[in-house]
């Protein structure tokens, strides 16, 4: 995209036509933000994009890191055939790298995924310090977490219509069930960087499993509809709140994940079967769970 002039731009944005379909017209409407039926000024636009000295300079940062992008392509074809293996019936999407002004991350399209790779250049990188993004945003935002938050992102795509409770249950348990297919999908990739947390973290919550279990109970949370009372449990926060400092937020997808892989151990069902339970009372019952003490 880089490379494109006044003289080229036409037959270059024709032949992204043919490679990237209508990954094109999402990257002009969102991206660039243009109707690409005004056609000069899309053309404008797609120059004025390439041609800003801050943009390319963060597009020669981008190249450096990911120029190697052998790793990353391994683990994505390896989770799409455990994903083949296990979903067979479903679509294996078509993934497409760009560079978006720092927009989106991980997004989809006509049942594709397209990845900013601009939202994956470390904590420190200093473009996210001219953003003012806080700490615990930055942390998400590196290379190792890539994979995980494709996986993640593509469970949402096809499954989101399993979250039909409003209560905190029924969010464990729909945060459990993504974590247990990134497992399945994943297999080599270490248990903290799906959950992406430090390992610190990661040893928190599996020392702490019996306490976060009953903060949820005691506090009369588990049932709870007010979506405010525990939306640092289930979402990314400077941190869970009420909890001790050592907590990381989204603690409620490690408790998921362990009621989901009791729930796997003692029933007889395949994972897609297990996904579209929707009655998160009888899972938990059913699952049996009993936190690690």
Do not use: C
């Not at 880089?2 to 490679?19: A, G, L, P, Y």
């Not at 039926?37 to 940062?61: C, G, H, V, W």
């Amino acid at each position: 995209m880089f490379s494109i002039d006044s003289v080229n731009v036409s037959t270059t944005s024709m032949q992204w036509d043919k490679d990237f379909g209508s990954f094109n017209d999402f990257f002009a409407s969102q991206i660039i933000q243009t109707n690409r039926l005004d056609t000069l000024n899309y053309y404008n636009r797609l120059l004025d994009f390439t041609q800003d000295k801050d943009i390319r300079e963060a597009n020669d940062s981008i190249a450096l890191l990911f120029s190697d992008f052998s790793d990353i392509q391994h683990d994505l074809e390896l989770a799409f055939s455990n994903f083949k293996a296990s979903f067979p019936s479903y679509h294996i999407p078509e993934i497409t790298t760009f560079f978006g002004g720092f927009k989106y991350g991980v997004i989809t399209y006509d049942n594709n995924i397209g990845i900013g790779l601009d939202f994956f250049l470390g904590q420190n990188s200093k473009y996210y310090q001219y953003l003012r993004d806080p700490k615990y945003l930055r942390f998400q935002k590196q290379r190792r977490f890539l994979v995980s938050n494709v996986m993640e992102v593509w469970f949402n795509e096809n499954f989101h219509k399993s979250l039909v409770g409003h209560d905190l249950l029924s969010h464990l348990i729909y945060k459990g069930k993504m974590m247990f297919f990134l497992d399945m999908m994943l297999p080599d990739i270490p248990l903290q960087d799906k959950f992406r947390f430090t390992r610190e973290q990661m040893a928190w919550v599996q020392d702490n499993e019996s306490s976060i279990w009953e903060y949820f109970i005691y506090e009369n949370l588990l049932f709870s509809k007010k979506e405010r009372e525990f939306r640092s449990f289930v979402n990314f926060a400077p941190f869970a709140k009420g909890m001790p400092k050592e907590a990381p937020a989204r603690v409620g997808y490690f408790i998921g994940y362990k009621i989901v892989r009791d729930y796997m151990k003692n029933n007889d069902v395949d994972i897609e079967e297990m996904i579209y339970m929707t009655d998160s009372k009888y899972f938990l019952s059913e699952s049996k769970y009993k936190p690690n003490k």
